[in-house]
């Protein structure tokens, strides 16, 4: 049983900047995908980054130049970097994975918050 617990998230002026981290209890080698989704209110879920084992990234173009994401298997842990973070960025921040056999899993959320 994988568990993901997001942290890092808060309030932030526009143009600055958030690092949020995601540790996985159960291994997170095993995931065949990694991903950062958020939801606003009334708004669906999107997917902000993700990343697959081989190391392809991929960001949609709201977020392109400005959020990365990375992993330390090692530590069992998934980064999103977040530079430049508009009042749009507003949302629950939640980090996703996909392991061997299909299962997604997905953590309970972190929220940030971007003050114009």
Not at 48 to 68: E, H
Request: charged share 15%.
């Amino acid at each position: 049983q994988v568990q993901l617990v997001e942290s890092g998230g808060g309030l932030v002026q526009a143009g600055g900047s958030l690092r949020l981290s995601c540790a996985a209890s159960g291994g997170m080698g095993s995931m065949n995908f990694l991903g950062w989704y958020r939801q606003a209110p009334g708004k669906q879920r999107e997917l902000v980054a993700s990343i697959t084992t081989g190391g392809t990234t991929y960001y949609p173009d709201s977020v392109k130049g400005r959020f990365t994401i990375s992993r330390d298997i090692a530590k069992n842990t998934l980064y999103l970097e977040m530079n430049s973070l508009k009042p749009e960025d507003t949302a629950v921040y939640l980090c996703s994975g996909v392991g061997p056999l299909g299962r997604r899993y997905w953590g309970q959320g972190t929220q940030v918050t971007v003050s114009s």
